[in-house]
Every structure is written in C-alpha cells, then in structure tokens.
C-alpha cells in the first residue's frame, strides 16, 4: 500500500483518513486507484474516488455513516477475484476494502462452527481446522486468494458444491453495516433458524447491494473418512454428458463431477500443472466420491461401469494423495489456464438441467461457429453448472462485441431450458441486462423494492444486479402518482 500523507484539498478525503486513523490506510491519487478499477471482469473500468481500509467493524461503520450522511456512494470489495464486475465503482464510489479485517475468530469444534471475518481467505479456513479432522466445505477455484465476505456476497460455490451445496448452505449467522451505518447481528452462536424472515438467506448472495458484512459464522464438517477419485476419458463429448446423468440415476451423489472439454483441455495441459491428458479427447470427467470407507469402493465400481458403458476411452482411479492433489491442481487451473490458448477470453457462469447438457452444449458450439470464436467448456456436470469461456482477442475489431454477444447467447440457451443465468458467480454489471431472461418485469420489481428496504438512498454499489430501468420504473412511477391522487 502507498505511504503518502494525506494532501489533498478534498475534505472528503481527510475525513475519511481520519476515520481509518491512518494516511497508511486510505488510497486517493490516480496511479494508487488504478489496480481498483475493475474485479475479475476486466471488460469495464472506473476509477473509484478512493479506497479505504478499516480494521475494524466499528471503523466500517463509520465509514458508512460517513457516506451516507454525505451522499457519497460506496461499495465493499475483498480480494476482487469477483467474475461479473460486482467490485467495479461505477459511479465513482468510495470502495471499503476489508483485507485488513482477516482474522479467524472462533473455532466451536464441539458445535461446528467458525466465526471469521470477511477478509478470511476461504482456503486458510480449512488449512487452519485440518489437523483437527474439520474443513471448510465451500470450495470456488479460487479459493486459494477469495475471501470468505466475498463468497458471501456472490453465494459463491465450486467443485464440491453438488452433495455439500453452495455458499448459503454453510452461513449460520452473519454481522452486517447496513447502508446507514447501523450494526446488525443476525444467527446467534452457531444457531441460523430464528423466527423472523430469513435474512440470512437475503444478504448471502444480495452481491453487496444490501449492506457490508464484517462478520460470519460459517458452518464446518468433518473430514470425510475416506475419498477416491476418478478420471474418466470420452471421445465424444456426448457420451461424457450421459454418464453424468448416468451416475446420478444410479443413486451416487459424488462429492464432486466434473467436465472439461477439448478446447479446455488443451488449455489446462498449457498451463502450470499439466497431468497428461490426451489431447486428441474430446471431453473428461473428473468424478470424487467421498464418505465411510465400507462404502467408497462399490462407488467407483459403479461408476467405472457407467463410464465403460457409455464408450470410456480410458476411465482410471488416483492412486494415492498426490496424484489425486495433481489431478485437481490441473482443474482448478482451468479459468486462468485459458491465457496460454487466447489473448482474452470471457468466463460465462450457467445452470442448466443435467438431462439438458447434450442438447446444451450442441447449441454452445452453434455459437461458436456462428462468431467464429472458439468456446471452451469447463463445468460443475454434477448439479448443471455451466462455464462457457469464450475466447477472442479484444486487439482485433469487433471481437470483443462478438465475445460478448456469444456470451449472452450461451445464457439464453441456459435460461430456454429451464435453467439460470448464474449458479455462482452472481450478476453484478455483467448479467444485469440478462436478469430479463429469467424473471419478469414484476418479478425484477419486487427484488428492487426488496433492495430499497436496505439500500433506501441507493449510495451502496449502485447499478448492479438488476437491469437498466425499464417498465420496472414506469410502474412504480404510476403507483405512487396514483396513491398520491
């Protein structure tokens, strides 16, 4: 972080300073605020007015109440792996950075919880409880560097979410800044199922738009007694798309299933941790059962049978930890990996019904050949979750536009079959205009009025998540003219 003393005419700026207490922790000149104009989606860029970092829930506060008394907007970022460009200041926004407030609270191992702050890296949650027989179940592909707040804020998921679910399903109790400065504290310890709304179910997943969490309590398990994996290889992507419906209908819930196509495949063997894949293949799974030992062994029986009846070229099971640990590293690459194949490329984020997932991707590769871009498919097959990443090289007119329309088009697909238009990396700005495909105008409406409850003067990370006004607006507009007659 820039060590500058605070010099500015803006008076802002000095009392924001003078909140987080330090010239250390406030950013303000133009080549400090740079690294904070964009997240994970880089495809829009804004410069925030500043950037402030507070230790604490008290100093957040007043940060917001600051804000809100002043008119300023403002919004929460953490690590800014964010996918949809929830972190980007569109208007300017004064951005509370909470990486300072990253401290591991509590360990209840007796009642199965953790209490962290939101600038807790996911991956050090679970490296912190191991040697105890725990871990954290929530595990994005980036979850080595995102922060705990943050996969609150998107309900983010990742490979393992098909038997132990997403974010919200691991959230027992969080404390939030409302946009007024108000401190509320909601599931009290380790007990999430008060009477009352379900607020917990609200904010997890509300993209920052309803408030600053600087506290959660999260659910953690026990490690599983014993798991195996199992790496299946297809020739045809078909064949690779019934045998994860295949294992599913035979009363197997894998810890994880995944797929990675051809395309993806050649990226992730390019990349820093290739295993040897084949590169004529057209599409693997990578399947992990976990659970008691008695049982895990007629598991990957059953599922090398299905794999051997749906033309497996070659279906093989780690032979121990490390070969296991490769196999994932090689996976979890996979976004990143995308770099050593194209200049750029666009990460999509669907779900769709896991009977679907021929017919799917079929139509993905139509838009692939309709743009002339190449679109590799890396994906949660488990439970339907889609990642379409569309490659191009924003250097060449037209493609980014290309890029973007083939986006929107592999996101229609997904909605036509009655799935989503994200399971986990949210909205944000990027799928904001798409929420039409899912939702009506009334429907769009009642969220918004939901959003006002919370966010009254629309100063917190405003634009996101919902589409442009509309009909929307018009409604509401005639509403409140007619009740005024």
Known sequence: MAVKKVKTKDKHIKNLARIVESPRSILYHEEDLISYDCDGFTLHRHLPKAVVFPKDTAQVAKLVKYCDDNELPFLARGAGTGLSGGAVPLNGEVIISLVRMKRLLQVDLENRYAVVEPGFINLKLTNSISDKGYYYAPDPSSQSCCTIGGNVAENAGGAHCLKYGVTTNHILGLEVVLPNGEIIEIGKDGVPDLPGYDLLGILTGSEGTLGIVTKITVRILKTPEAKQTVLAYFDEVTDGSQAVSDIISKGIVPAALEMMDKTAIEAVESASFPVGHPRDIEALLLIEVDGISAGIGEQIEQIMEVCNNRNVREVKVAQDEEERGRWW???????????????????????????????????????????????????????????????????????????????????????????????????????????????????????????????QKSLLNAGKLFPTPGRCVEVKIETKEAASL
């Not at 979890?332 to 194949?341: E, L, N, Q, S, V």
């Not at 490659?391 to 079959?417: I, M």
């Not at 238009?421 to 009642?446: C, P, Q």
């Open 329 to 455: 590293a090689n996976r979890k690459t996979g976004f990143g990996a995308m770099g050593t194949i194209s200049p750029d490329y666009l990460v999509q984020d669907g779900v769709i019904p896991r009977s679907k997932l021929p017919e799917v991707l079929n139509r993905i590769n139509q838009i692939s050949d309709k743009y002339g871009l190449r679109i590799a498919n890396i994906f949660h097959a488990g439970d339907g979750n889609l990642h379409p990443l569309v490659l191009f090289d924003a250097r060449n007119p037209g493609e980014t536009e290309n890029a973007l329309k083939a986006g929107t088009e592999c996101l229609q697909v997904c909605a036509d079959v009655g799935g989503s238009i994200t399971g986990e990396h949210g909205v944000g700005i990027e799928k904001k205009e798409e929420m039409r495909f899912v939702f009506s105008d009334d429907e769009i409406m009642a969220q918004t009025d939901v959003r006002e409850v919370f966010n």
